[in-house]
Nanobody
Framework: QVQLVESGGGLVQAGGSLRLSCAAS????????MGWFRQAPGKERESVAA????????YYADSVKGRFTISRDNGKIAVYLQMNSLKPDDTAVYYC???????????????WGQGTQVTVSS
């Protein structure tokens, strides 16, 4: 069974940091693009960051540029999201996703994790 499992969410004060992890199991994702998405209450899910399987290309939403960093470890088949200078607006459920094609991450990725809650207090 294919699984993406997120961890690392929690409650943090504004200005603080969190590191999200997404571990993949059930198949090899070493050739899959992977990304992070988030959904705040009452809002649509939005893309946050993405990385190609080789790591040679990354994407960041304008709202997180300079504060968040995506990275991956193909040996461990994991992707990470380092979040610094967190703001209350970053409060959301964060989801990990994977797809063989990078562009498909932003439309209909093949695989989703169950999500992890990030809450930033002011």
């Amino acid at each position: 069974q294919v699984q993406l499992v997120e961890s690392g969410g929690g409650l943090v004060q504004a200005g603080g940091s969190l590191r999200l992890s997404c571990a993949a199991s059930g198949r090899s994702f070493s050739r899959h693009a992977m990304g992070w998405f988030r959904q705040a209450p009452g809002k649509e899910r939005e893309s946050v960051a993405a990385v190609t399987w080789s790591g040679d290309m990354t994407y960041y939403a304008d709202s997180v540029k300079g504060r968040f960093t995506i990275s991956r470890d193909n040996g461990k088949i994991a992707v990470y999201l380092q979040m610094n200078s967190l703001k209350p607006d970053d409060t959301a459920v964060y989801y990990c996703a994977a797809d063989y094609y990078y562009n498909h991450l932003f439309t209909r990725p093949d695989y989703w994790g169950q999500g992890t809650q990030v809450t930033v207090s002011s």
